[in-house]
Nanobody
């Protein structure tokens, strides 16, 4: 059974940095679409960034381009989200997600991902 465990959330001031980690248990991250989503109360879960572990290709939301970087470490079966230049509007619960069986092409919605972590809170104060 696949289990995703996130860590690394916390509270920072605007302009600060955090690195989120997502460790996958029960399945190795070979040729998998891994994603980071975020959600605030009352809104839909928003895709932040995805990485296809088969070739390392990534896609990021326009709102985080140039600030957030998604990466992978096969040896640790882990995907990271490096978040720099954080803004108050980045405040949300961040979730790690996995979609097996192909690339990230066309996987833009939360419904396109079958496995989820429990979420980690990120709070950015002004």
């Amino acid at each position: 059974q696949v289990q995703l465990v996130e860590s690394g959330g916390g509270s920072v001031q605007a302009g600060g940095s955090l690195r989120l980690s997502c460790v996958a248990y029960g399945y190795n991250l070979d040729s998998v679409c891994m994603g980071w989503f975020r959600q605030v109360p009352g809104k839909e879960r928003e895709r932040v960034a995805v990485i296809y572990t088969g070739d390392g290709s990534t896609v990021g939301a326009d709102s985080v381009k140039g600030r957030f970087t998604i990466s992978q470490d096969f040896a640790k079966n882990t995907v990271y989200l490096q978040m720099d230049s954080l803004k108050p509007e980045d405040t949300a619960t961040y979730y790690c997600a996995a979609a097996y069986g192909g690339s990230c092409r066309g996987r833009t919605l939360a419904a396109d991902f079958g496995y989820w972590g429990q979420g980690t809170q990120v709070t950015v104060s002004s």
